[in-house]
């Protein structure tokens, strides 16, 4: 079955198809979305910093030159997280918190309390945290178990003894 479709190039009504299915063909093809980790990252910057060709490493790692660009211009700030261990290195996103002032003061309770080996719950860090929040001005903070599951992946805390 043919239809006809207007072809731009030679400005003629044509009925070849094969044309136009190939053009749907082509743009119906999604690309899947490929999430890179900070070692990886890390490692992509290395290769450029070697003086490798853009395009091998692209090759290489499977991605397209844009995201390649995008690790490139991103690159002092990739850099600084993996220096900073702040995250992990097989992390792919990189989200502060919200509140990041009521974070950084429930951390250094918490980790100056682990040291004194207090044992230290979950509800517990949510009451501090909530005490934090207000005492630095912020009213709108919730200190609710998804904040604090977060909050517990962010900084690496898990049941046991304290590893800073």
Do not use: C
Request: hydrophobic share 35%; glycine share 6%; aromatic share 8%.
């Amino acid at each position: 079955m043919t239809s006809d479709h207007y072809d731009y190039r030679t400005s003629e009504l044509t009925t070849d198809t094969s044309e136009l299915t190939t053009v749907i063909i082509m743009t119906s093809i999604k690309v899947k979305r490929k999430g890179l980790s900070l070692s990886t990252k890390m490692e992509i910057i290395k290769a450029t910093e070697a003086g490798r060709k853009k395009g091998d490493i692209a090759r290489e790692f499977g991605i397209v030159p844009s995201t390649l660009s995008t690790v490139l211009k991103n690159k002092q700030d990739i850099k600084a997280k993996f220096e900073l261990s702040k995250f992990e290195p097989s992390r792919q996103r990189f989200r502060n918190a919200t509140f990041e002032d009521v974070e950084e003061a429930l951390l250094r309770w918490f980790k100056g309390n682990r040291s004194k080996n207090l044992p230290i719950s979950g509800p517990l860090l949510r009451e501090k945290a909530d005490q934090l929040a207000k005492l630095l001005g912020h009213n709108t903070f919730s200190a609710s178990a998804g904040w604090l599951s977060r909050f517990k992946e962010r900084h690496g805390i898990m049941r046991g003894p304290w590893r800073s």
